[in-house]
């Protein structure tokens, strides 16, 4: 096969429409929500989906590449840290006897932009592109590489179809000068430096064209610009090549250009093709291991995929100096920064399909605890209060001010009162040591952080004259409401936390004595303190109504307006625009799952055959889902309830958040939580699944349409595979690898060895 014809073939996508994401033509009032859901990132490097080509002169130069971690703060004064995009390496600019032929997308004839999921690339075909005297047929390809990080691949395609005249392909970087600071601007490699954060950033690059199946030399037009001109006929193949490598370096004072240029040569020497196929294997693994198969829903299917690409593309194991933010890298909405999100909606998907990249996630966590403990000093308490919203570094970043919808100035309150981000923190710790069993983990960073949030809990809370202890001043998940005293969830999480850090102190002490001398030492932690922090649990205000079994969602809750939200169905903006701030605050309407939430992470919390059903039944209602991270968890609830129909419909809720854009709010990026949460909605509700101390148990509520479910999890080290058919009424678990262990279906327990097949009935009885 002639290279040319490899290319070609590279630059098909994925047959299988149920593997693409297409989009036809161009629309302008969409372009910036399409360039959000067609974008490809492996976890260091994000580029959103805009179109290459140079639409001419623009005055502002849209954002496309980020890169992990590269934060800075810009100016000094009222300036909110965020993620500094990078230089565009992909502009590329034609020009037809010397005139530039400027591609304003919406003057290409026609135009098919597809995201290829299965191979995580993004490819446009069908571009003709058409001047006076010339006729261009244009297919393009770029990728990320999710084998070599560092490395970035563009390939484009021409085909003259019309046209015997002078042409010029020139291959430039776009925004050299746009939130970095050149270092050092050479012909290959560009060097920048954050203006305050002490970060560096490298990029180096090599073009190069082939006509008709020959290399054609560039002429060099200065710094990071080639070109190649050559006299054009009909006919002709015309094969572009670009790659770029990209290293960032976070230690002041340091040259990261060697390294990029060596990175680059690497990927040179293994060729396109042999970049694209280690990125191609890449990808086929993550999907062995993370897909989901849904037989009987296409849209459910498309869902999902959709999900776990933008999942995948998320995170990067090799990097623990940087988590996820509540935008991926795929738009600077909220500026890049870290929330809770990662830990609540993002952790189960990794840590139960990708170990590895929830390790580094929660080790971005360890190495923030010093930020964690300055903010909890700072404020007058013990141990670790992380950020509402973190950075680079892990110290509060949340703006203290923004402009509300009607154009008044809001105080954001967040940063001080949202704390429920450390029992969130210790909860995905916990889910990741139980899941994996990863007890170096747990030795080197995640007892240290169990135990400093729980110490920060202590302290937070105060015993008072009723002999309970309260945690007042806070904002719950649910943000309508502030400066609300003993939120339920924010409680019984915190004492969830307290306790797990106690189990953890005794585990320690009676499995690993040395390991514990040596971290209660160095944290100064007695014996005395660890009653103190038994009493404080134990005395900790919950909310919970004996008479009802309804958790109260604060203090003072359940006095506030009713108000009957199936009045207001069909209004297009939120709730607190509708009824007014102080209205809603006076009001118990929710913002997003707040009891609700408690309810999908604690479960055994809410005791009793009806507990759980009596707090779904009067909170679901009274949620707006002002937030995009509340329908998946509501859904979530309603699967593990048994209430199928209700949960489809908030699966589809959540899909449509990016999909089709419902929030109005998919330019600022994807929102990775809601596509954390369609994974948790179908893996944890749908199929039930939790995890025991013996093994794996399930539940399974399918919706009506699904004939069978199929995933894959890891546990300890294994790895199993879960069918499920509803058909028939069986589930069918494969153990891939590792040791023998139990799969239970509504807790009726299987001995689950490789190579011995197992088929169990999953009929109520
Ligand atoms: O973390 C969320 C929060 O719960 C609601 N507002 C948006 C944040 C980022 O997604």
């Not at 069993?437 to 960073?445: V, Y």
């Not at 009957?564 to 309407?589: C, F």
Request: with cysteine; proline share 4%.
């Amino acid at each position: 096969m002639t290279e040319q014809e490899a290319m070609q073939r590279v630059l098909q996508p994925t047959s299988d429409p149920a593997w693409v994401l297409n989009v036809d033509g161009y629309d302008p009032l969409r372009e910036s929500s399409i360039e959000s859901r067609f974008a490809i990132s492996n976890g260091f490097l994000g580029i959103r989906g805009a179109r290459a080509a140079s639409r001419g002169a623009r005055w502002v130069v849209p954002a496309r590449t980020y890169v992990a971690g590269l934060f800075d703060v810009s100016g000094t004064e009222h300036a909110t840290p965020g993620l500094v995009p990078a230089a565009d390496w992909l502009r590329v600019r034609f020009l037809a006897a010397g005139e530039p032929l400027l591609l304003h997308p919406g003057d290409v004839s026609s135009h098919r932009m597809t995201l290829d999921l299965r191979r995580g690339a993004l490819l446009s075909r069908g571009s003709r592109l058409k001047a006076p005297e010339l006729g261009l047929h244009a297919q393009t390809l770029r990728l990320v590489s999710l084998s070599d990080r560092a490395i970035g691949l563009q390939l484009i395609q021409l085909e003259v179809e019309s046209g015997a005249i002078d042409v010029t392909i020139e291959a430039s970087f776009e925004g050299v000068e746009l939130g970095l600071i050149a270092d050092r601007l050479d012909q290959d490699l560009g060097v920048w430096r954050t203006a305050q954060s002490g970060k560096h950033l490298a990029m180096a690059s090599e073009p190069s064209l082939q006509i008709d199946g020959r290399v054609q030399p560039p002429t060099t037009l200065g710094k990071l610009t080639w070109s190649w001109s050559w006299k054009c006929r009909p006919g002709q193949i015309v094969c572009f090549q670009r790659f770029v490598a990209v290293v960032r370096s976070d230690i002041p004072d340091t040259d990261p250009g060697r390294e990029a240029r060596d990175r680059l040569q690497g990927a040179l020497h293994l060729g396109w093709s042999g970049v694209f196929a280690a990125h191609e294997a890449a990808w086929t693994k993550r999907w062995h291991h993370s897909g989901v198969e849904v037989d009987g829903d296409a849209a459910a299917q498309r869902a999902l995929r959709f999900a776990i690409y933008h999942l995948t593309s998320a995170a990067n194991p090799a990097d623990e100096s940087v988590s996820i933010g509540a935008r991926a890298l795929t738009g600077d909405d909220y500026h890049g920064h870290v929330f809770w999100d990662t830990e609540i909606f993002l952790l189960p998907f990794y840590v139960l399909t990708w170990p590895e990249a929830a390790r580094a996630l929660l080790m971005y966590r360890f190495h923030t605890l010093p930020a964690a403990r300055a903010k909890a000093a700072r404020m007058g308490w013990r141990g670790a209060l992380y950020a509402w919203e973190s950075a680079a570094t892990g110290a509060e970043m949340t703006p203290e001010e923004v402009l509300g919808p009607d154009r008044q100035v809001i105080r954001i309150l967040c940063g001080t009162q949202e704390q429920h981000i450390s029992a969130d923190i210790a909860y995905a710790v916990w889910q990741y040591w139980h899941a994996t069993g990863d007890d170096g983990f747990l030795l080197e960073a995640g007892a240290e952080i169990l135990l400093e949030t729980a110490r920060f809990w202590a302290s937070r809370a105060t015993l008072e004259a009723d002999g309970r202890c309260h945690i007042r001043g806070v904002i719950g998940p649910d943000e309508y409401h502030e400066h609300i005293d003993d939120n339920a969830y924010t409680n019984v999480m915190a004492r969830w936390n307290i306790r797990r850090a106690l189990d953890i102190a005794a585990a320690l002490r009676e499995r690993w004595p040395a390991c514990w001398t040596a971290l209660a030492g160095r944290l100064r932690l007695d014996e005395a303190e660890l009653k103190l922090w038994r009493s404080v649990a134990d005395t900790l205000i919950d909310g919970l109504q004996p008479t009802t079994g309804l958790f109260e969602q604060f203090a003072g809750y359940f006095g506030l307006e009713d108000i009957d939200l199936a009045k207001y169905a069909g209004r297009t903006v939120p709730m607190d625009v509708v009824l007014g701030r102080e209205r809603t605050q006076q009001s118990q309407v929710v913002k997003q799952a707040d009891v609700v939430a408690l309810l999908g992470l604690l479960p055994e919390e809410f005791k009793g055959e009806t507990a759980a059903a009596a707090n779904f039944r009067y909170y679901e209602p009274r949620c707006s889902h002002g937030s995009s991270l509340s329908p998946a968890m509501h859904g979530l609830v309603a699967a593990r309830m048994g209430d199928t129909e209700m949960a489809l419909r908030f699966f589809h809720r959540t899909a449509d958040i990016d999909l089709a854009d419902t929030q109005v709010a998919t330019d600022g990026g994807i929102h990775i939580a809601a596509l954390g949460g369609i994974w948790m909605l179908t893996v944890l509700g749908f199929t039930g699944l939790s995890l025991r101390d013996d093994g794996i148990d399930i539940d399974p509520h399918l919706p009506g349409d699904w004939h069978s479910l199929a995933f894959r999890v890891q546990w300890r080290g294994r790895c199993l595979k879960i069918s499920i058919d509803q058909d028939r009424q069986i589930a069918e678990p494969t153990l891939e690898a590792g040791e023998p262990m139990m799969f239970s279906v509504r807790s009726k327990r299987h001995e689950l060895r490789q190579g011995a097949g197992l088929q169990v009935s999953t009929a109520h009885p």
